[in-house]
């Protein structure tokens, strides 16, 4: 019996959209505090949806390449719980600002290869994140949220014991083939139940619950 898949919904950036994804079972929420993002999340917007949702469901900020003190500086502020690095930090980078910060650490890795899946080995963080590396160069800058998928096969060369969230274009028709095929802690959707970047799609997001759900893994909430 596998236990209940998680829902990270990524890429919030209101309140109202918060609050859907945590009514239907968000484990986590992220806010993007990266400039090259189109759902960057404002600092204004992220402390409302941390002082409505704080202790509801985990709050999780990304960050890429950015400063530990400015990591930090976020962290504290919001009251993050999750932080999540999609960039080329390394392993002392990723301990350190987990010391800072008292919260768990998510290291994202771009996938187009069994070779960067192997490159998560080395991170003894809380949760590996597996996200699809762009391959139209336009896409490339993004770090996430472009609607991609990869080769959910390459996951059979992971031996770590760590936890894994599976990111990269899932949506409601191929979360339940993902989950299937990867078994992962968690899923991260973005882009699959946006509206427009930034703008959550209520049915969508709805369906993403349902499909996880009939996929034999209720989304489950923290509480």
């Known amino acids: 019996m596998h236990a209940p898949v998680k ?3 990524c890429g919030v950036t209101n309140v109202a959209d918060a609050d859907m994804a945590a009514g239907l079972g968000a484990w986590a929420l992220g806010m993007i505090f990266y ?3 189109p759902r960057r999340c404002s600092l204004e917007q992220a402390q409302a949806i941390a002082a409505r949702l704080r202790r509801r469901v985990e709050l999780c900020g990304v960050f890429v390449n950015a400063p530990l003190q400015e990591i930090a500086g976020v962290a504290e502020q919001l009251g993050l719980t999750l932080i999540q690095l ?4 390394g392993p002392s980078f990723c301990a350190e600002v987990a010391r800072r910060t008292g919260a768990r650490v998510i290291k994202a890795q771009q996938v187009s290869g069994a070779g960067d899946v192997r490159a998560l080995e080395r991170f003894h963080v809380a949760f590996h994140l597996l996200d699809a590396r762009a391959n139209a160069p336009a896409l490339q800058d ?8 990869f080769d ?3 996951l059979r ?3 770590s014991k760590v936890p894994m969230i599976l990111s990269g274009g899932l949506r409601p028709q191929n ?3 993902a989950i299937a095929q990867t078994r992962p802690y968690a899923v991260d959707t973005a882009s699959g ?9 209520p049915r969508l997001l709805s369906d993403f619950f349902a499909a996880v759900a009939e996929a034999g893994a209720p989304a489950a909430a923290i509480g």
């Open 7 to 9: 829902v990270k919904i």
């Open 35 to 37: 400039e090259g993002s």
């Open 86 to 89: 999609h960039g080329e930090e």
């Open 142 to 149: 993004l770090r996430g949220g472009t609607g991609e998928t």
């Open 152 to 154: 959910w096969s390459l």
């Open 157 to 159: 060369e992971r031996r």
């Open 175 to 177: 979360i339940a083939a």
């Open 193 to 201: 139940t946006e509206v427009s970047p930034g703008h959550k799609d």
